[in-house]
């Protein structure tokens, strides 16, 4: 076939979006990747700028039936945060499994819903739309720190219905691991976005925030959703990895 006439064919193909998800990789090869995604293992080329390693979290994409690893999560070791893909309970009103809720403003109601397009496995935390705005603060169970420590925290949220939010993540301290919000010794904001749209595609979010010096001995991922009336939000994969 000719240059132009290959070209003519290719811009002739309708295109067809994508599905993006984010898994564990299980399996090594010298050109493909086992990785596990929200428990079914699927084989996935990868880029080859990438050196892989079981064990890394990367994100994966796929059209029709070819999936291709993009890159790998920033951090080492594993993630942190018990539950960020929120799987452990199904479909459910109210707090997930491992998870607290503070309402900084306004009262806030959730819930764990299943979505087709869910960036890890098949659930998402939602922040329910309401009649008044809300400023809302879901966290984590605590793992040890120590001052000076680095940790890389990232998520994927979207809006509900054709409202917009806007988003933080934080990195919240705390003198012992049983202590709750707002009794914090540092809240470190790692990320934001604004505006945050309706999905597909969820809008990722990351950053690095900084154990500052002082009494703060455990730390967890903090959830920031500022809301108006009538709009929600939907979290899911919280990551948090220790880089430095």
Known sequence: MAVTSM??????????????????????????????????????AYLHSYAAAEGDLVVVGNQDASWIVLGKQAGVGPNLVENGGFEADGETPGVPSD??????????????????????????????P???????????????V???????????????????????LHLLCFAGPTDLMPTTTADVTAA?????????????????????AGASLFARAGLR???????????????GRRTA
Do not use: C, H
């Open 99 to 128: 998870w607290f809720l503070y309402d900084e403003s306004g009262t806030a109601t959730t819930q764990v819903l299943s979505v087709t397009d869910a960036p890890s496995g098949d659930f998402v935390l939602q922040i329910n």
């Open 130 to 144: 309401d009649t008044g705005a809300r400023t809302t603060v879901m966290y984590s169970q605590p793992w040890a």
């Open 7 to 44: 070209a003519k064919a290719v811009q002739s193909v309708s295109p067809r979006p994508g599905t993006y998800r984010v898994g564990t990789v299980s399996a090594v090869s010298s050109t493909t990747l086992d990785v596990v995604v929200g428990g079914t293992t699927i084989t996935a």
């Open 192 to 212: 934001s976005v604004n505006d945050v749209a309706q999905p597909a595609p969820y809008t990722s979010i990351s950053g690095t925030a900084v154990v500052p």
């Open 146 to 168: 120590e001052p000076g420590q680095t940790y890389a925290l990232s998520a994927f949220a979207g809006g509900v219905d054709d409202s917009t939010g806007d988003i933080e």
């Open 225 to 239: 959703s500022v809301l108006a009336t009538g709009v929600g939000m939907q979290w899911d994969f919280v990551v």
